[in-house]
Nanobody
C-alpha cells in the first residue's frame, strides 16, 4: 500500500548541514503521521522527529534547535533538515508512516508506525 524511500544521506562535517528526503509512493494521504528514526552502531533505534498532517511536530531533546522536519504533500515527500551536525548524529536514518490517530505519547514509538523506509546513512566526520 505504501513504499517509503529515504535519500540524502552521506558525509557531513561537524557543524555542517544535510537534508534527508523521504519519498512516498502509493496511498500517501491516508498516512497522517511521518516519523524519523535513527540507529547508531551498538545503540537502540531512537525516535528523532515526527510530523502530523496538521503540522504538529516532535523532536527528541538532543536535536531540538538543530533539526527541522517538513513536508511537501504535492511531492509526497517529507524532509529532515540536519543543521549544526554533531558526531553523535551519525546513524542510519529511517522514515516511517502511520495512519493511526496521533498522540504525543506515541509519536516516537516504533510500534506506532506501519511502514518503514530502507534507511540512509549519515556520517558526521571531520
Amino acid at each position: 500500500q505504501l513504499q517509503l524511500v529515504e535519500s540524502g544521506g552521506g558525509l557531513v562535517q561537524p557543524g555542517g548541514s544535510l537534508r534527508l528526503s523521504c519519498v512516498a509512493s502509493g496511498q500517501y494521504s491516508d498516512y497522517v503521521v511521518i516519523g524519523w528514526f535513527r540507529q547508531a552502531p551498538g545503540k537502540e533505534r531512537e525516535g528523532v522527529s515526527c510530523l502530523t498532517t496538521r503540522g504538529y511536530t516532535q523532536y527528541v531533546e538532543s536535536v531540538k534547535g538543530r533539526f527541522t522536519v517538513s513536508r511537501d504533500n504535492a511531492k509526497k515527500t517529507v524532509y529532515l533538515e540536519i543543521n549544526n551536525a554533531k558526531f553523535e548524529d551519525s546513524a542510519v536514518y529511517y522514515c516511517a508512516a502511520s495512519s493511526r490517530v496521533y498522540s504525543p505519547d506515541y509519536g516516537a514509538s516504533e510500534s506506532f508506525y506501519y511502514y518503514w523506509g530502507q534507511g540512509t546513512q549519515v556520517t558526521v566526520s571531520s
